[in-house]
């Protein structure tokens, strides 16, 4: 009885020994090879935020399974070559995959809705990054332009920041800083808001404050944003030593017709999240990246928070 036992129990270590393997082998077997990819990333010459985002490059290589080999080429390098010439630049960086089957399987859907495009030798893939370089644009040396929805917490810490530097008197003086707002408009639904009519209303407001009482609006903004959903704006306006009912007599004509422009010119450069900072009327950025423009440290939240975390996100 007991080589009987003796002899199941080696049976069945044996059975496990074998098991082990092969199901490993399955399991490999289960998890399809990686593809290769060749990515081109085109470059700016002039501006960082152009550059290549390895977080980016990682992430699509993910989706894609593949090991992907990067080629990094400058926009006048690309311009120059046969092959690259005719694609569209206007804003950098540009990412192009070399066309295969299996990646243009994976990438069919992407092109069948316009997300990626395509020729006989890449899909194209642009606008993939949240900070870049408009190459198109004819530059405004030195304005930070910082677009905003006038509820979104993100768009009242950037306020805030700005604000704290002028304080501590950190505020670049061969600089300038704008207030934009980011809205959407059209002839049929008018004006819409991520956070409603009452942002839109506001973005309005703040817009007429900075065209009559321009040396009043971050004073009305520190106010403001202490509560920036409340339907008191009055009070701050009166607290900032604003006059509120010249400011509501232009609202409807005047007032409308700015926010209408602010939604066109966001519009022109694709900006739908707040804040959005916009350099030289070039450079799109975002929190991190900003903060990284000379005499614009103090846009950095989390040094704000004196090495806390803080949140950097955007609405």
């Keep these: 009885m007991k080589k009987l036992l003796t002899l199941l129990l080696a049976c069945a270590v044996a ?31 002039e501006y960082d935020a152009g550059k290549e985002d390895p977080q980016l490059t990682a992430g699509i290589a993910q989706f894609l399974n593949a090991d992907p080999k990067v080629t990094k080429v400058s926009y006048k390098d690309a311009a120059a070559d046969p092959k690259l010439a005719e694609l569209d630049y206007s804003f950098l960086p540009l990412y ?5 089957d299996d990646i243009r399987t994976k990438l069919e859907k992407h092109i ?59 505020l670049p003086k061969d600089k300038e800083i704008k207030l934009r707002y980011v809205v959407s408009y059209d002839e049929k639904n008018g004006f819409s808001s991520l956070h409603g009519s009452a942002e839109w209303e506001e973005d309005i407001r703040q817009l007429l404050i900075a065209k009559y009482y321009p040396e009043k609006l971050w004073k009305y903004l520190e106010i403001r944003n202490k509560d920036y959903r409340s339907s008191r704006w009055d009070k701050a306006m009166e607290e900032a030593g604003i006059n509120s009912k010249k ?42 990246s900003a903060s990284k423009i000379d005499g614009f440290s103090f846009l950095n939240p989390n040094a704000a928070q004196s090495g806390a975390a803080a949140p950097a996100g955007s609405c």
Excluded: H, W
Excluded at 18 to 31: D, G, M, N
Excluded at 96 to 100: N, Q, R, V
């Design 112 to 170: 069948q809705y316009g997300y990626a495009l395509e020729n006989d030798e890449f899909i194209i893939l642009p606008r993939q990054t949240r900070q870049g370089v408009y190459t198109a644009k004819s530059g405004t040396p030195g304005v930070m332009e910082i677009f905003v929805m006038s509820q979104c917490p993100y768009g009242a810490m950037a306020e805030n920041l700005v604000i704290q530097a002028q304080k501590d008197g950190k």
């Design 96 to 100: 192009l995959i070399k066309k295969t």
């Design 247 to 288: 400011i509501m007599k232009k609202f409807d004509e005047e007032g409308v017709e700015l926010l209408k422009e602010e939604a066109k010119y966001g519009k022109e450069y694709g900006v739908n999240a707040s804040p959005t900072f916009l350099y030289e009327g070039k450079v799109q950025l975002d929190f991190g």
């Design 15 to 45: 059975g496990l020994a074998f098991a082990a393997p092969a199901k490993k082998a399955a399991q490999k077997a289960k998890t399809p090879a990686k593809i290769k990819a060749e990515f081109i990333v085109v470059e700016s010459d």
